[in-house]
């Protein structure tokens, strides 16, 4: 299966470094990647926190990417403007804003990126205030944007760190039809998921060296009594298809993410023909 990997990036992260007295500042850093409609827009900005005691300080920073079009009044594809959306819901809520389906779309801009990490600075000074702990805070956001012939594969993994026992942390594949702007789903790539979640059962089982006997009730994994399924969450290259299960999803905190990958060679004769076409 042919890729093209058009975009890398966006990177929240939030480290504790040692006290320096800069004033919380923004830096953009933009570039631009032009299709014949648009342009992929590159950036960054950054600022730094301080702690009240003034011991400790932190560099936030924001690694982005939007489609933009090229001139006024020219129309973004719908895959663009899906991964637009995609990229927005997931910057709000990742910069601890609200995040809802029916907020409408802000102006994509370096401007927008910028208040989200403002958003960041209040909330981290709020807490700071009210409970007195020391700067301990972690967000960090990552895209990679991959370009199949019908298709483009959206990654968005996710980790923050706000306290408690341990941070928390996602990954999400988006495949985005490149015709329609519609997000696509296992039934689009695959004609028999039963057939599929037998055929990848045996990988998972061989991961962790399961008895094909196995009783899943009494394992450490969490099927209902359907029994295994593949994760919804998926994402191909030339040679394979890889299910991933994210923390908690399946399985206790201490097995973490849980990523199966099955052959393409394995699954022939269950893929479809748009499945088959990005090959």
Known sequence: MPVKIIALGIAISLQTVGFCNDSINHSTD??????????LIHGVATET??????????????????????NEGTQLQPYQKTLNEIVYQNTLWNTLSDSDSDIPLRTMNPDFFDNQLDTVVRIFEESQEEFEYELAWSLDMYTQVTDHKLYVDLLIEEYNYLGGAHGNS?????????????????SDFFTDLDAVNQISETYFKDLFDLEDTVNWEESDFWFSDAGFEVSEIFTFDAQKVTFLFNTYEI?????????????????EGYLTDYCIANL
Request: charged residues 15%.
């Open 30 to 39: 933009s570039t631009k990647t032009q299709e014949r409609n648009a342009e």
């Open 49 to 70: 926190l301080h702690s009240f005691d003034g011991t400790d300080s932190s560099e936030i920073s924001l690694e982005y990417y939007y489609y933009a079009p090229l």
């Open 170 to 186: 996602s990954t999400v594949y988006f495949q985005i039809d490149r015709s329609s702007g519609q997000v696509l789903g296992l």
């Open 251 to 267: 399985a206790p905190y201490y097995y973490g993410p849980i990523s199966v990958e099955v052959p393409i060679a394995a699954l």
